[in-house]
């Protein structure tokens, strides 16, 4: 059977991912950018627009990132704006279990979905740093096991909040036009480990029933979270081998959970670049890539691993003779990529046989390990691998992820969504009013 191809719209905001010297790149707060690509994105008849969540400007060696972008917005508050300016297109926001209480946040969501006649969508993450944790109140942080058991609670609880109040428990009142609630409408009593809540829930139950779940974890711990509880999973495993493992690791994990395969989307995110041909998309790519990873760039990634100030290493020069530091990192604060090295001192001896083998730079060895070009090519050749990966089980599709704000996607919508379309794996409009019917995913009842 052919499966559909489905596309999202990654906002690319807390990362290095931004090309900042094409004089085409533009800025990362104003509205109009968001507003630029979330309505590109729907023109090319996308399932959502992604958005995700930076808690605190992130350092290295006690300096602010000057890499990443400079603040992030609100993410309820770009969402909720966009919905006003969109009418099809869902709207997935990330945000965090560890540092909010399941009261606000279920709030908050039940009211995007109001607003965006059913569009919303959460992508649940944890949060794992103490210097992030000083951002908040309780400070701090939670072990792993500790932060998924929050998680998971915490959904829960969101769950038993959006449930408490059924399809009919708002009364129209023909006499006075009002709209009265039944009594025990939005009442709730939830008690775990991590909360002891209990009230009136104050927001209907959402048009969706409940908002669309994603989970992004790759630890075993978050896959199995995934299998048992999210609609789809944002995955960083793009390239063809990885992506198959990871899509065939957690689907197998869905029947454990009483559940089917079609129940769970994988969505990698992904990168491109579209050229005439294939050889101008190649030689394109190579240009993003060394704009993306300038010298001062793969220093940057260079200290991640290597947990130690390499300022003074020449990137164009070989690898640091030197081991990376072991144990908790101290010069890279806020940044989740440098949990990915569980045994840095194995990376890095991994790095420098891949720098000895092709006779590779610090900076050109950088390019290769971090490269984020996943669909590279003239616009049949890009639409045709993109379709070849999801019939061979790579993924479900894909959260494209432009290196230019805000014209990144034009291209791609213009010119590779129409060769989906001629192949008969991609939509020529939407299916339904809510996102979950544009996913093909179930509305819970209630």
Do not use: C
Not at 147 to 173: P, Q
Not at 264 to 278: E, I, K, M, R, S
């Amino acid at each position: 059977m052919t499966k559909q191809v489905h596309l999202a719209a990654h906002f690319p905001g807390v990362n290095n991912t931004t090309v900042w010297s094409d004089p085409a790149s533009g800025s990362q707060i104003e509205f109009d950018s968001f507003v630029h690509l979330a309505q590109t994105a729907e023109r090319g008849k996308f399932d959502f627009f992604f958005l995700a969540e930076g808690l605190r400007l992130r350092e290295q060696n006690g300096l602010i990132y000057d890499l990443d972008v400079v603040g992030r917005p609100d993410t309820f508050t770009v969402l909720s704006a966009l919905a006003a300016v969109t009418t099809h297109l869902g709207l997935t926001g990330t945000i965090n279990s560890t540092f909010n209480e399941p009261v606000d946040v279920a709030r908050q969501f039940a009211t995007l979905d109001h607003l965006s006649a059913g569009r919303a969508a959460w992508n649940v993450v944890t949060s794992w740093d103490e210097f992030t944790g000083e951002n908040f109140r309780r400070g701090g942080y939670l072990p792993e096991d500790q932060r998924y058991a929050r998680a998971k609670e915490f959904l829960t609880a969101a769950a038993t909040l959006w449930d408490s109040w059924r399809d009919d428990d708002v009364l129209a009142d023909t006499s006075s036009g009002r709209f009265l609630a039944r009594e025990e409408a939005g009442k709730f009593d939830f008690t775990s480990s991590q909360f002891d809540i209990h009230g009136h829930f104050p927001t209907p139950r959402p048009p969706q029933g409940r908002p669309v779940i994603f989970q992004a974890g790759d630890s075993d711990e978050g896959r199995e979270f995934a299998a048992a509880t999210a609609d789809a999973i944002f995955s960083r495993h793009a390239t063809y081998d990885a992506g198959r493992d990871f899509y065939t690791d957690v689907k197998r994990r869905l029947a454990s959970h009483g559940r089917r395969p079609e129940e769970l989307l994988v969505l990698p995110a992904a990168t491109f670049v579209v050229g005439d041909t294939d050889a101008q998309a190649a030689e394109l790519a190579h240009e993003v890539r060394l704009q993306q990873v300038s010298g001062q760039t793969a220093i940057k990634f260079l200290e991640q691993l290597w947990n130690r100030d390499l300022s003074a290493h020449d990137p164009d020069g070989p690898l640091p003779q030197e081991d990376p530091v072991p144990g908790e990192n101290t010069v890279a604060k806020g940044r989740a990529s440098v949990r990915m090295h569980r045994d840095p001192v194995a990376v890095a001896r991994e790095w420098r046989d891949l720098a000895e083998a092709k006779n590779l730079t610090t900076r050109e060895l950088i390019i290769e390990v971090t490269g984020r070009q996943s669909f590279v090519g003239s616009p049949l050749t890009v639409a045709h691998t993109i379709n070849d990966f999801v019939q061979a089980d790579v993924a479900d599709g894909f959260i494209l992820v432009p290196h230019i704000v805000p014209g990144g996607l034009d291209r791609f919508v213009d010119e590779v969504v129409p060769v989906l379309q001629e192949l008969g794996v991609y939509r020529i409009d939407y299916e339904g009013t809510t996102l979950r019917d544009n996913l093909g995913l179930a509305h819970p009842a209630g």
